[in-house]
């Protein structure tokens, strides 16, 4: 699959996004000194490439009640069961990260919860699964850091 060829206009524009998915194309065309219909054909060309896969919102979890964050490993009794059973976890919505892993654990899950009882029904529901074997549960003291935009920017600047 051919790469997707970014020019500096390009990596402008995808800073500006990266830093607010929500600032207007005017804004970014302003800025850029382009117009806003050369800003949108742009970004809709890295829509339809795949670079950009739309934009997300980012919540305050403490205001809404569910501060309490857990990573949960899940040990399967057959590796061949991973499929149906991140199907099953799929269905938690109070599981908001799964990774197929390597090492210790089978599926790493990472829950947010209201509190330690609602964790609890949460690890419970894991346990209950078909071919979950056993979990290990891991409190978050605190999420010391979640900066995807480090990360995006860099990536951007290294192009």
Same mark, same amino acid.
């Given at each position: ?67 309490? #964050?857990? $990573? &949960?490993? %899940?040990?399967?009794?057959? /590796? ?9 976890? *799929?269905? #938690?919505? $109070? &599981?908001? %990260?799964?990774?197929?892993? /390597? ?9 947010? *919860? ?46």
């Amino acid at each position: 699959m051919p790469k997707f060829k970014l020019d500096d206009i390009d990596h402008q524009i995808l800073d500006m996004l990266i830093d607010n998915t929500r600032i207007p194309f005017t804004d970014i065309a302003k800025k850029l000194l382009i117009s806003a219909g050369t800003v949108h054909v742009r970004v809709k060309k890295m829509e339809e490439a795949g670079i950009i896969k739309g934009s997300s919102l980012t919540l305050d979890y403490k205001k809404l009640g569910y501060s309490f #964050i857990a $990573y &949960v490993g %899940v040990f399967l009794q057959n /590796t061949s069961q991973t499929q149906f059973v991140l199907e099953r976890i *799929a269905k #938690i919505p $109070y &599981v908001t %990260v799964a990774h197929i892993t /390597t090492g210790k654990f089978n599926i790493f899950c990472k829950i947010r *919860a209201q509190d330690t009882m609602h964790a609890k029904e949460i690890i419970f529901l894991l346990d209950d699964i078909e071919g979950v074997y056993r979990t290990e549960t891991m409190i978050s003291l605190e999420e010391s850091i979640n900066d995807k935009k480090r990360l995006m920017h860099t990536i951007f600047n290294e192009l």
